[in-house]
Each structure stands twice: as structure tokens, then as C-alpha cells.
């Protein structure tokens, strides 16, 4: 029985075995021939499938940047090559040499009489003339001639190269009913393909256009470290077992648009998305595509969501009118930024047209003021010398130096800002005064390296690590000397500060005692809506700072307002606390106008920073009334009321 068995499965297992035989022998060499002139005649050809670049909403949902699909239209390198040559009288030297051509008594149009229905049909019915729709297509063809020139000399043969299969755009931003007439008539337009292609666009024209930047062409270098960075991803992938990645999905594509400055560039990798792929199968001879093969939709990129208003973030904007400089409006507890002008500002619409103008002109709108601009704080920084002064005990609170107008330190004069003085002060009058002098004799019993200290402690010469790329350190220079650790105490000599710096300081002081991380992005959710992560903030520390100087520092500010630099600016009925400085730029009459501060001071909502750069005014003057003007939108029940 089991023998019987056993020869019927081994006797079946020769057929099925001798069955593979003949059908390998049929395919291979009965049929050999005809599936030779299938390959012959036929490709596979991958085209790339651009994906969508996430959006960027501010915090309460409103549209800063989003992609919106145009139409472009690109025809068949042969199309194009026979058209240019019959129309515009190009001379291609691989074409005019050969035999064939110089026998010929036929012009190249007799030759080649189909080759231009694409150029009629498309002329007239998009209403430009043929040779208007030739003109940008001299650069393609110079490209592909001389790269398929080099490839035969090379291998010393004739070479058909994969660029003379490839398509090439003619128009841009076609209309839809045209798009809709093409493709519905293909049969028409033959060698012609619609393109879409995404176009980034910022609705709200120049508003908040340092924090989103913009995006530009890959440049050579940076295409061919993307591809490396793409090709490890994809050694990676396989690695872990996802060996179809790379077979559905592509990564940059040569002159693709990538995140030059902002949001845009910091978050790259989170907007970009997957290009997809679609494979068709096309004929050799006329590379008409017979039927797409398979087709992986390409993954859209990522939204963000930042903590900006828009409506605060234009209102900051139009207070800072046409001074250059910066204001800040950051939540002080969480780090939060609600708005960050900087003026001048750009368009990003139109940054690839006017790039090379904004880039040469001596105001730089590209400068991010907020957080490159790196400028002498003056007095907004005695608040650090008070506390380094306090806490190391030089002083107290009770004691008082007399305010003449001046004092001199061995040979050097050095002045208050009041001519007649402030008569005897103490560190509670010397804050809402901005008393110079007071914080020259506090120098003086202040041991350099302690106020460098603390100094960096409040995290000045220090980036803050805000989301955003270039920020800029600034400088607290090393204190050698009591002259320089003197004008260090008020804010001017080598120090440098950037105006997000002073608001953390600002925000340390409004909140107890805590340095946040300032920080622009609110959330990241994918294409379906959905979370995919939050900001965390990595940079926050808690100073090491009595609660008796911090109250001390807090009333004080109070009193700047109510009594001080800032009385008379109407910011007292928005409870407002902070500090006002000038810092010289050693040329007459030229200053920066500072106004630092938060409110309400009983409990704050909002930490600012007002920067005007290069006015002859003081802090209290120009910075103020902006000020005042900020503060009616952040606040607006109390205008309501009043």
C-alpha cells in the first residue's frame, strides 16, 4: 500500500517537475524572440510624485504658509528637440552630421511632420504663439546635448541617455479648464504631460515673515547631501525590515524647494513629506505610455501649529511702524512666543524674485532682529547687577550712594544720564530712576567675575534655544578691570545682548525666579489631524535667587511706571512692570531705545520687549508709547472700561 503511495507522488512530482522544464524551454528559446522585442520595445519608467508640504497655522487655527496646486505642462525632450529645431532654426551638431541628414533633400519639417500637432493644439488653445512657448526650452536642450555628448565620448558609441526620454516644462500655472480640455483629449496633445506641482503660499503676505521664512531651490551640494542623507535613511530602513521604502517613496529631487530660514528651515524635515512614485510602462520608439503599472500616492508633510497670534503678531507689527528693530511678546511662564516682530520685514511670495535687491539693501529685512540682532542692552541690564550685587552682599537694600551727576575713577569721567544727579539713592530708587552712578559705586565693590557670573547665569552670551536657526549668542565679555566691569553695570561697553535674551531675563523675574525656554511651535499633527507631537521644553532653569530680591526687583519695576523713566506714558492703568534703556552707539545723538518689562505685575500674562534702533530719543520716549500701544490690544477689557 505505502509503495503504491509512493510511486503515484513520485511519478506526479516528475510531471510538475518536466511540466517547469517545458514551459522554461518555451519561454527561453521557442519564444525567446518575441519577448526580446517586448523588452526591446518596452520599459518601465519611475516618475517621481511630488508631495504636499505640511501647512503652518498660528495658535488659534488661522493659515500663515500652505501649498496650493498649480498646473505646469511638459513635453517630450524628442517633441521638443524636432520642434525647436524646425521652428527655431536650432542647429543640433549630433543631427546635422549624420549621413542620413546630409543625403536627405527634405527639409527637417518634411521629415518630421508630426512632430510639431502638439505645438498647434497647445498654441492655440492656450492663445500663445509657438515661438513664445519654445523660448525657455534652449536651456533643456543645451543641458541634455551636451551631457548625451559627453556619455559617447565616453563609451565611444552612440548612447540613447534616460534624459532624452524625460519631460520638460514650457508652461506654468495653467488654468483648470485648459488642464481639463488637454486630458480629456490626449489623443490631441501627443508627447505632452500635465504636471501638478505644489506652490508654496504665505496668505498673510509679510506678516510674521522672520519666524516663517522661506523656501528656495536645492542647490547642487545640498541635492547631493540630501540623496546621502535619503540613502542611509533607506540602509536603515532595510535594516530594520522595511526593505519597500525605497522601492514607494523618494526622497529630494534635483532643484526641489527646501526651508531656507525660520520655521520653514528648522522644521525641514517635518513639512518636506515622501515623494511618491508612479511606474509606467512606455514604448521605446515613440515613448508613449501604454499603462501605469503601479502608482504609491506621495505622503503629505507634516502642519504645525505655533504659539504666534496672528492678530497680536500684526499689531506689534504696525506699532513698530518704519523704525527698525524688534518687539517680543512671550507668555513668561511657559516660554511661549505670541508674537516676534522684526522690522524691516520681506514678503515671502516674492523673496526668489527680489532675493538678490533685499539681500544687498544696508537695512537688512533678512536680519531676524529678535534674535540675531545682538546690541548694548544699557540699562535694562542694571537689573542683573542689582541682583549679582545683592545676592553676593556688597550691598543691600539699604544702601545709598550719592548721585552728583558724575564720578570719577581714576582719570575717567563717567557720567549719569541726569546732568544734575539724583542726589542719594538707594537700589530701590536706582532701578525707576536709572541712576548711572549708583551703579558705577556698585561696580566698584563688585568683583568682576562675579557680575560675568551672574551674567550668565540669566543666560546672557548664551543662545536661548528657540526653535528658530541663527539665533545669535551675543557677548558678555570677560571683566577685568573695574573701568570695564563699570560700564558693564550699565549695560554698555563689549556686552551684547539680543532683545529674546532680555526677555528671559524679564520673564525670570515676572514668574519667580525661572529661566524658560523660549520656544515658537505650539504642536505637529499629521495630514489626517492627528497629534504627533508637542513642544517639550529640554532648556529650563531655576536661579538661584532669594525670593526677598525678587520682590525687591518686582516692586521696583512697578515703580519705573508709576514714578520712574516710564511715568507719564499712560502703562500704569495696564499695571505694567519694566525697565527703560538707552544704549549709545558712540555716535551723536544715536542710540537704542529699550523697553523691557511684563504685566499685569500682580500677575502676569505677557513678558515684551521693545527694541528701536538708532533714534535719537531715550528708552522712555520712543519705546514707551509703543508700549502703550501694544498693550491696548493685549489687554483690551481695560480700554473697554475706561
Excluded at 417 to 443: K, M, Q, R
Aim: proline share 5%; hydrophobic share 35%.
Amino acid at each position: 500500500m505505502f509503495s503504491f503511495r509512493f510511486k503515484t507522488i513520485f511519478i506526479l512530482f516528475i510531471l510538475f517537475f518536466v511540466c517547469i522544464i517545458v514551459r522554461l524551454f518555451q519561454l527561453q528559446i521557442v519564444e525567446s524572440d518575441k519577448y526580446k522585442g517586448i523588452s526591446k520595445t518596452r520599459r518601465i519608467a519611475t516618475h517621481p510624485l511630488d508631495s504636499t508640504r505640511g501647512s503652518i497655522f498660528d495658535r488659534n487655527g488661522n493659515i500663515l504658509a500652505i501649498d496650493q496646486h498649480t498646473f505646469d505642462i511638459s513635453v517630450n525632450y524628442k517633441n521638443l528637440l524636432y520642434c525647436s529645431i524646425t521652428l527655431m532654426k536650432k542647429t543640433i551638431p549630433r543631427i546635422t552630421g549624420l549621413e542620413v541628414h546630409k543625403q536627405t533633400k527634405k527639409s527637417c519639417r518634411d521629415c518630421h511632420a508630426n512632430q510639431d500637432i502638439w505645438l498647434k493644439k497647445l498654441s492655440h488653445l492656450l492663445n500663445i504663439p509657438q515661438v513664445k512657448l519654445l523660448e525657455c526650452t534652449g536651456q533643456a536642450i543645451e543641458k541634455v546635448e551636451k551631457l548625451k555628448q559627453n556619455m559617447e565620448q565616453k563609451y565611444g558609441r552612440a548612447i540613447r541617455i534616460k534624459e532624452e526620454t524625460d519631460f520638460y516644462p514650457i508652461v506654468s500655472e495653467v488654468d483648470w479648464e485648459k488642464i481639463i480640455q488637454i486630458e480629456t483629449k490626449q489623443d490631441d496633445f501627443p508627447g505632452i504631460r500635465v504636471t501638478p506641482r505644489p506652490e508654496r503660499i504665505y496668505p498673510e503676505q509679510t506678516l510674521a515673515s522672520h519666524i516663517l521664512g522661506y523656501i528656495g531651490k536645492l542647490t547642487a551640494d545640498e541635492w547631493q547631501a540630501q540623496s546621502d542623507k535619503w540613502n542611509n535613511f533607506i540602509l536603515a530602513s532595510s535594516s530594520a525590515g522595511h526593505e519597500t521604502m525605497s522601492l514607494l517613496y523618494d526622497g529630494y529631487a534635483e532643484n526641489d524647494m527646501i526651508g531656507r530660514t525660520g520655521v520653514e528651515a528648522y522644521y525641514e524635515d517635518e513639512l518636506h513629506g515622501l515623494r511618491g512614485k508612479r511606474f509606467e510602462e512606455i514604448t521605446c520608439k515613440n515613448t508613449q505610455i501604454e499603462k501605469v503599472v503601479l502608482e504609491r500616492p506621495p505622503v503629505p508633510g507634516n502642519d504645525l501649529y505655533l504659539t504666534i497670534d496672528s492678530q497680536i503678531q500684526a499689531h506689534a507689527e504696525k506699532s513698530l511702524g518704519t523704525n527698525s528693530g524688534a518687539i517680543i511678546v512671550m507668555n513668561p511662564w511657559t516660554g511661549e512666543i505670541v508674537a516676534m516682530a522684526s522690522n524691516p520685514r520681506f514678503n515671502p511670495n516674492t523673496v526668489e524674485k527680489d532675493f538678490r535687491k533685499l539681500n544687498k539693501h544696508p537695512s537688512k529685512p533678512f536680519l531676524n532682529r529678535a534674535i540675531q540682532g545682538a546690541l548694548p542692552p544699557g540699562s535694562i541690564f542694571k537689573v542683573i547687577t542689582t541682583t549679582a550685587a545683592l545676592s553676593s552682599n556688597r550691598i543691600t537694600t539699604q544702601t545709598t550712594f550719592e548721585c552728583p551727576g558724575y564720578i570719577r575713577y581714576k582719570n575717567i569721567l563717567f557720567r549719569c544720564w541726569s546732568e544734575y544727579g539724583h542726589g542719594l539713592v538707594t537700589a530701590e530708587d536706582a532701578i525707576p530712576y536709572s541712576c548711572n552712578v549708583f551703579f558705577f559705586e556698585t561696580a566698584k565693590m563688585l568683583p568682576g567675575e562675579t557680575l560675568y557670573s551672574w551674567a550668565k547665569k540669566f543666560g546672557i552670551g548664551e543662545k536661548t534655544g528657540i526653535d528658530l536657526p541663527h539665533e545669535k549668542a551675543g557677548n558678555i565679555p570677560k571683566l577685568a578691570t573695574t573701568a570695564s566691569t563699570m560700564n558693564v553695570a550699565i549695560g554698555q561697553g563689549a556686552l551684547l545682548t539680543t532683545p529674546l535674551q532680555l526677555a528671559r531675563v524679564y520673564a525670570a523675574i515676572a514668574n519667580g525666579g525661572t529661566l524658560v525656554q523660549p520656544h515658537i511651535l505650539l504642536k505637529i499633527t499629521n495630514s489626517q489631524g492627528e497629534t504627533v507631537r508637542t513642544f517639550q521644553s529640554k532648556n529650563i532653569q531655576k536661579l538661584s535667587v532669594s525670593p526677598d530680591i525678587i520682590n525687591m526687583l518686582r516692586t521696583s519695576l512697578q515703580e519705573v511706571v508709576s514714578r520712574g523713566t516710564a511715568k507719564g506714558k499712560g502703562l500704569d492703568v495696564y499695571k505694567v512692570a519694566g525697565k527703560t534703556g538707552t544704549a549709545e552707539t558712540g555716535r551723536h545723538k544715536d542710540n537704542h531705545a529699550w523697553f523691557v518689562g511684563y504685566a499685569p505685575y500682580d500677575n502676569p500674562e505677557y513678558c515684551f520687549v521693545i527694541l528701536v534702533e538708532h533714534t535719537p530719543g531715550h528708552g522712555g520716549d520712543v519705546a514707551g508709547p509703543i508700549a502703550r500701544e501694544l498693550m491696548t490690544l493685549l489687554f483690551p477689557e481695560i480700554d473697554a472700561a475706561s
